[in-house]
T-cell receptor, first 114, second 114 residues
């Protein structure tokens, strides 16, 4: 039962371009929407996160856009750099979840070409 | 300091061996997690400890046995594993409650079962 659908599965962007990764969820009762970045052989690292009472959050070159009515949220990477090449996972945390259980999307492998 | 450490980094074990994975955090987090990640897939939750008590077991086979000796340490005892158990095993930690959902992951242990 997939609660979070992530697209695309892979993405190739030229250096300096904008990378856009999308996630759609199937349940309205989520409290927290993080994005994780994972390099090969490493653990996922929290990149940026948003709560449902906010429509957009920006941290440096990374922006989350959140559309509650459409049950979608997306990650935008501005001025993409080769060092951004990694796998990106969106995730959701259900409302009232004291265990902070993350449900991950399927992941997007991003390659930024120099 | 947002560091979660895991040892060993790599582990090769036979199907009859007994081994343990270790995880440590000093962020004062009271929730700790074990995840399993296969190649090109998102992390899958295995166990959650909250205040040193096992709160979630995602129907994991008994050949995986978690242990939380104190609030900073988390172990995963392995016995009679199968080759399909080969994966990256990730530990994570977070606060409990208070709307603080950020989970911090360790670098993982790459396990190979021969």
């Amino acid at each position: 039962q997939q609660q979070v659908k992530q697209s695309p599965q892979s993405l190739i962007v030229q250096k300096g371009g904008i990378s856009i990764i999308n996630c759609a969820y199937e349940n309205t009762a989520f409290d927290y929407f993080p994005w994780y970045q994972q390099f090969p052989g490493k653990g996922p690292a929290l990149l940026i996160a948003i709560r449902p009472d906010v429509s957009e959050k920006k941290e440096g070159r990374f922006t989350i856009s959140f559309n509650k009515s459409a049950k979608q949220f997306s990650l935008h990477i501005m001025d993409s750099q080769p060092g951004d090449s990694a796998t990106y996972f969106c995730a959701v945390v259900p409302t009232g979840n004291a265990g902070n259980m993350l449900t991950f999307g399927g992941g997007t492998r991003l390659m930024v070409k120099p | 300091d947002t560091e979660v450490t895991q040892t060993p980094k790599h582990l090769v074990m036979g199907m009859t061996n007994k081994k343990s994975l270790k995880c440590e955090q000093h962020m004062g987090h009271r929730a700790m997690y074990w995840y399993k990640q296969k190649a090109k897939k998102p992390p899958e939750l295995m166990f959650v400890y909250s205040y040193e008590k096992l709160s979630i077991n995602e129907s994991v086979p008994s050949r995986f046995s978690p242990e939380c000796p104190n609030s900073s340490l988390l172990n995963l005892h392995l016995h009679a594993l199968q080759p399909e158990d080969s994966a990256l095993y990730l530990c994570a930690s977070s606060q409990v409650g208070g709307g603080l959902y950020e989970q911090y992951f360790g670098p993982g242990t790459r396990l190979t079962v021969t």
